[in-house]
């Protein structure tokens, strides 16, 4: 069911040409919010995703190709977003890249490309959109963590610090945004079936004899009591929920979205 409390509203969403940030970029578009897509991909398949977008839900969908390890290019993202539509209301921090290996054999290069990425890129793009969204009074800033904002896992130095650094700065943002109508919150999944992700199921299901399903089912119970991934559908309707009047006091929360991974 379709609402459309976000009518007139504009959702920049970084690195939502695929997986998650697709899903929320259409659950903000289900409730009548213009979209500002980035990411990399098919130009004509993206064309595609704004095409579909618009007529899906009668919204403006329009897309930049921002380099999230860039600044540049993320201040030209932000003042394309602000030439389109006025400002950004709702600012969805998205843009991920992982890369696994123990610490004394991490590639500097790709520390830097991770930290740049999934932690940097987000003080850029909320510093950008802060003043808008405080001369209007009102404002979302939702930033895709990580169970690994809260928790850490082997091999996995750069992410981990990086999502812990979201983390820390989304109270920061909460805090100084408290008197305002501005609020920043972050969302931390757990395992989400992404590309990336069914990759490491096959992978696990052509090592172990496994059928798909039993291999996602292994894989991801090691971690998620559940034995279920979350879905781009129910992280977009955390989005939503973040997005809405209800959440007003929400501020500055690390909210977990992980089958129980970090309840144990």
């Given at each position: 069911?379709?609402?459309?409390?976000?009518?007139?509203?504009?959702?920049?969403?970084?690195?939502?040409?695929?997986?998650?940030?697709?899903?929320?970029?259409?659950?903000?578009?289900?409730?009548?919010?213009?979209?500002?897509?980035?990411?990399?991909?098919?130009?004509?398949?993206?064309?595609?995703?704004?095409?579909?977008?618009?007529?899906?839900?009668?919204?403006?969908?329009?897309?930049?190709?921002?380099?999230?390890?860039?600044?540049?290019?993320?201040?030209?993202?932000?003042?394309?977003?602000?030439?389109?539509?006025?400002?950004?209301?709702?600012?969805?921090?998205?843009?991920?890249?992982?890369?696994?290996?123990?610490?004394?054999?991490?590639?500097?290069?790709?520390?830097?490309?991770?930290?740049?990425?999934?932690?940097?890129?987000?003080?850029?793009?909320?510093?950008?959109?802060?003043?808008?969204?405080?001369?209007?009074?009102?404002?979302?800033?939702?930033?895709?963590?990580?169970?690994?904002?809260?928790?850490?896992?082997?091999?996995?130095?750069?992410?981990?610090?990086?999502?812990?650094?979201?983390?820390?700065?989304?109270?920061?943002?909460?805090?100084?945004?408290?008197?305002?109508?501005?609020?920043?919150?972050?969302?931390?999944?757990?395992?989400?079936?992404?590309?990336?992700?069914?990759?490491?199921?096959?992978?696990r299901a052509a090592r172990d004899g496994l059928s798909n399903e039993e291999a996602k089912k292994d894989l991801v119970s090691e971690k998620q009591p559940s034995g279920e991934f979350v879905t781009p559908e129910q992280l977009g309707a955390l989005v939503v929920f973040l997005s809405s009047d209800a959440a007003s006091q929400v501020r500055g929360a690390a909210w977990n979205m992980d089958g129980g991974w970090?309840?144990?």
């Amino acid at each position: 069911m379709q609402n459309t409390f976000l009518r007139g509203k504009t959702a920049l969403i970084t690195g939502s040409t695929s997986g998650i940030g697709l899903g929320i970029a259409r659950a903000l578009a289900q409730q009548g919010a213009h979209i500002v897509l980035n990411g990399f991909g098919d130009a004509n398949e993206i064309k595609a995703l704004q095409t579909e977008l618009t007529k899906e839900y009668g919204v403006t969908c329009v897309h930049h190709s921002a380099d999230m390890s860039k600044p540049v290019e993320i201040a030209a993202m932000m003042e394309f977003a602000a030439q389109q539509f006025g400002s950004v209301d709702i600012l969805v921090n998205n843009a991920g890249i992982q890369h696994t290996e123990t610490i004394e054999n991490f590639p500097v290069e790709q520390w830097d490309a991770i930290i740049a990425i999934n932690l940097s890129s987000t003080f850029h793009t909320t510093r950008l959109a802060l003043p808008a969204m405080q001369a209007k009074n009102w404002g979302r800033i939702i930033n895709i963590a990580s169970v690994h904002g809260l928790v850490g896992s082997v091999q996995k130095s750069a992410y981990v610090a990086a999502k812990h650094g979201i983390v820390g700065l989304t109270k920061v943002t909460g805090l100084e945004m408290a008197h305002t109508g501005v609020t920043c919150n972050a969302i931390c999944p757990g395992w989400v079936l992404t590309p990336l992700v069914q990759k490491q199921v096959d992978a696990r299901a052509a090592r172990d004899g496994l059928s798909n399903e039993e291999a996602k089912k292994d894989l991801v119970s090691e971690k998620q009591p559940s034995g279920e991934f979350v879905t781009p559908e129910q992280l977009g309707a955390l989005v939503v929920f973040l997005s809405s009047d209800a959440a007003s006091q929400v501020r500055g929360a690390a909210w977990n979205m992980d089958g129980g991974w970090t309840a144990q």
